[in-house]
């Protein structure tokens, strides 16, 4: 966190949340609810990203409108996969990095070339594996960074399927089945495909 994010900030932090030092004396924030594991929020506190996290870390849907992040988005999966799934949190803190910077870069992605509206607030519903293929296809020149992406994606939309009866939604399973049985992101041979390029035809007429 910088120095000037640190002098600009609240003293007071939300109810649950303390300040740790790591072995360097960089000042890190957790939630830290009785009975289970701190949860390590990245950001500047009260900031709309930060309180997105502690809202997923308390297993709160974040407020929409407050936070600009809608329910039910893509965005917002990746939030609750950051803040909730223990197999991301057991990944050492450079790879738990690399992750997040591939997925985070996912939100910026118009969802067609010449659309005004980004796969951040792509709605879950209507995500499929076209939509996966297409973001893999925006990194077609970089085959590692293309199946990397896929494989990535495929682990939060795990991480919903495993969560099913709770509030994530049941596409996870649907999309997660379907990026299985396609075998998306074990090969690059097919980067590129016609199908794949037209992102209008994947994206904006959507097969479920």
Request: hydrophobic content about 30%; charged content about 30%.
């Amino acid at each position: 966190m910088s120095a000037l994010a640190l002098a600009t900030m609240p003293r007071r932090l939300p109810p649950g949340c303390i300040e740790d030092r790591d072995r360097h004396g960089n000042i890190r924030i957790y939630y830290r609810a009785k009975g289970r594991p701190k949860v390590r929020l990245r950001g500047t506190p009260w900031t709309p990203e930060f309180m997105a996290e502690y809202q997923a870390a308390k297993g709160e849907a974040a407020p929409t409108k407050a936070k600009g992040i809608a329910s039910g988005t893509w965005r917002w999966l990746c939030t609750r996969y950051f803040a909730e799934c223990t197999e991301y949190k057991r990944l050492d803190a450079r790879t738990q990095h690399v992750r997040r910077q591939i997925l985070e870069a996912t939100y910026d992605e118009p969802i067609t070339p010449v659309s005004s509206k980004y796969f951040r607030d792509f709605p879950l519903s209507r995500m499929t594996a076209d939509a996966v293929e297409v973001l893999r296809d925006r990194k077609i020149d970089t085959p590692e960074s293309a199946n990397a992406r896929v494989k990535a994606m495929r682990q939060v939309f795990k991480f919903g399927e495993a969560r099913q009866g709770s509030r994530l939604p049941s596409c996870c399973s649907r999309v997660n089945g379907a990026l299985t049985s396609s075998g998306l992101g074990s090969s690059t041979s097919k980067l590129g495909s016609s199908r794949s390029r037209n992102t209008k035809d994947a994206i904006a007429n959507p097969s479920g």
